[in-house]
């Protein structure tokens, strides 16, 4: 909760927040509603990887 209140804070002057860190992912859940987008490693990462497989396992 205390990294989500942060959030909260920076959003204020943000275009958008990035956590770096797989940690802080939960409090992306939390901040929903503060109007940018908050980018998460883990979920950045997943998706990633998701589209970059996908072809090659639509192929084999």
Do not use: H, N, W, Y
Request: a negative charge; aromatic letters at 2%.
């Amino acid at each position: 909760e205390g990294i989500a209140a942060r959030l909260r804070d920076v959003a204020m002057t943000a275009d958008v927040v990035v956590l770096a860190q797989a940690s802080m992912a939960p409090a992306a859940a939390i901040c929903g509603d503060i109007g940018v987008p908050v980018l998460s490693s883990p979920v950045t990462g997943f998706k990633a990887a998701i589209a970059d497989m996908v072809p090659e396992v639509l192929s084999a």
